[in-house]
């Protein structure tokens, strides 16, 4: 996204100017807090006590009397229009808590916070919550990351810097031409698009920080290493599996400039960098960029924001770059580089498609092609013998053992409590799981409807085609990578390591497996369901099946030996494909975006979607029948309204759930609708209100 015009920086710089230097001897003595809380500032006054002290200043930390407690919050400046009345009533700052020189948030953070709560419609106050870790604002004592759990190949993490190919020279050349910008860098998988980041941070100015995003947690280990090679103890890491005391210490590194590299997940984008000189996000198409619940924001675009605050360059990468950025480069808003070779030009791997409803089956979920295939590496690597094995990569989006269980009988099928979806059959610890509220049930020997005995579990997740692999190929050392199978701290590193080290031939997960992993020794990949993504209703299903079909594709052949790609499914007519097989991202762009303009589906249009939920059915039903009756009656400028009706997910963690979109050409027009909608509905009981702009998932 672009920084639209209903949200100019200027507004936001010109309220947190710091021109006006604040003095404790002025008559400025009413200022704005705010707490990690959902809401907006509070007003609380100097106290006569604090007339000694340095005058404070936009970002210190501050402690205020809040209800019948004592809170932190953030000072943001001068309050104004306070009446005589409300001076009667005003309760004093208690303190300020800063422990060094600098305040606790720089002023572009402060920006930031503001901009994110207008444009996604929060309060500065939730967005304050999600910037700043728990643990800095509960005092947690800072604990250094320990590393030593994700060392990988000696070989990857060396300090030796490889010479560039022309591409990646040409591409860094561009990056550096300019202190600020947006740079989309296109480059196939396999292109060396991580050692042009490396060279881009180092090009920076003294002082200058850096912060580098990836989609997954999972993706962390291999760049920790390389980035650790270069930058030694001037990286830091910041994510969800590290310990409190860890994320504290990365925190403040960035605060005080003692980092000038932090490698980072979706919430490391709000991290309190002073100087920021680059913001790179990797893979930048990943929908785990955006936030699914709470506050939901879209880190890449936060990038592409932050990046205008603090003048600072943005790098957004991929080999397959969303449709929206992709558009963007076209229309002149980003600077397209592209890499569209490997390094030492070694060959994309070929792609070949398995039409399920004719092939010869191995097992219920291997056709027989794709395992002779498995075989012709076994055999490859018994015949050559003391050379680098090849190994097998295997996609399977859906993880447990099945994820239905259904009774021949009656058709009664096992569904969760709390969610209008079937339940998961875990037979490793035989439990009945839901995936989206994590309720767990004990399987019955009988169904709870009939009585019926004759209990059949229908289709495949990667436990049981762990087992089938298993079965047909027993004596090849295998590993699973799932949500299951990573729950422990640097689990995803000592997998990962098993196939660095050759301790394992194959690897099967779900799509983390296909993200950003450079293991040279993949030869063989494939995706044993290719139709899952497609025939999800989202308009999106189709790029995000691409996306992930060549994300998968570029594991295989980055070594010595040239690399072989399977796709297993039913329809192999489906256009993406077509696309897929001739690694064609241009193709693929250019026939999705006559598609979207048609529809008028972003890039053309931006979207809010609003969706409504409630506990009790009776009053959640009459409730949606008054909000049927207002969206029959809405009418605005520039602005369509869909819905509203049911989610695909209709009953979620115990809620009935609706939704409906809203789109128009222009977010100021969005926004006020959205902002209309609300008022018309606000006096309607029983049901909750969820706002997601720029939605990415419509379930």
Known sequence: ?????????????????????????????????????????????????????????????VLVPFKNTKKSGVLL??????????????????????DGDIPFLPKSLLELINWTARYYMSSPGAVLKYAVPTGVWKGVKRRAVNTTSLQTDPLRSSDIRPRLAPQQA?????????????????????????????????????GMGAIVLVPEIALTSQMIARFRARFGKHLDVFHSALSEGERVSAWKRARTGASKVVLAVRSGIFLPFERLGIIIVDEEHSATYKQSD???????????????????KVVLGSATPSIESSYNAVQGKYRLLTMPERIKKRPMPLVGLIDMKNAARASMSISVELAKAVEQVVEKNEREKGQEKGQILMLLNRRGYSPM?????????????????SLTWHKRDRTLRCHHCGGVRNPLDFCPK???????YIGQGTQR???????????????????????????????????????????????????????????????????????????????????????????????????????????????????????DYEGFFNHEIKLRQELGYPPFSRLARVVLHGRVKDRFDSAMAKVTHVCRGF???????????????????????????????SSQQLHQAVEMFLVKTQNIGAIKIDVDIDPSNMM
């Open 77 to 98: 400046g001068p309050a104004s229009d306070v009446s005589s009345e409300i001076r009667k009533r005003m309760r004093n700052i208690i303190k300020v808590e800063d």
């Open 450 to 456: 009939c009585g019926g005995v004759k209990i059949s």
């Open 635 to 665: 009418r605005m400028h520039g602005v369509s309204l869909l819905g509203p009706a049911p989610c695909p997910l209709e009953r979620l963690r115990g809620r009935y759930r609706w939704h409906l979109l809203l789109k128009s050409r």
């Open 294 to 312: 709470g506050l939901k924001y879209s880190a890449r675009d936060l990038a592409v924001v932050r990046g205008a605050l603090q003048s600072a």
């Open 405 to 421: 269980v259904l009774c021949e009988d009656c058709g009664h099928v096992s569904k969760c409590d709390s969610c209008n979806v």
């Open 465 to 583: 085609a762990e087992e089938e692999l298993t079965g047909l190929f027993p004596d090849i050392n295998s590993v699973r990578m799932d949500h299951d199978s990573t729950r422990e701290k640097f689990s995803h590193e000592r997998i990962i390591r098993s196939m660095e080290t050759s301790e394992n031939q194959m690897i099967l997960g779900t799509q983390m497996v296909a993200k950003g992993h450079d293991l040279p020794g993949v030869v063989l990949a494939a995706v044993i369901s290719g139709d899952v993504l497609l025939g999800l209703p989202d308009f999106r299903s189709a790029e995000k099946g691409f996306q992930l079909f060549t994300q998968l594709a570029g594991r295989a052949g980055r070594g010595e030996q040239e690399g072989r790609v399977f796709i297993q499914t039913f329809d192999p007519e489906h256009y993406v494909f077509r696309y897929v097989c001739k690694h």
């Open 170 to 206: 040409e591409v860094l050349s561009g990056i550096n031409s300019d202190d600020k910008g947006v740079y989309l860098l296109r480059g196939v998988t396999g292109s060396g698009k991580t050692e042009v980041y490396i060279r881009a941070i180092e090009s920076l100015s003294e």
């Open 1 to 61: 996204m672009c920084v639209c015009t209903a949200f100019r920086l200027s507004r936001i710089q010109e309220q947190f100017s710091l021109t006006k230097i604040m003095s404790i001897k002025s008559k400025l003595l009413f200022f704005d807090v705010l707490m990690p809380i959902a809401s907006g500032p509070f007003t609380y006054a100097l106290g006569e006590d604090m007339e000694d002290m340095p005058a404070p200043v936009p970002g210190n930390r």
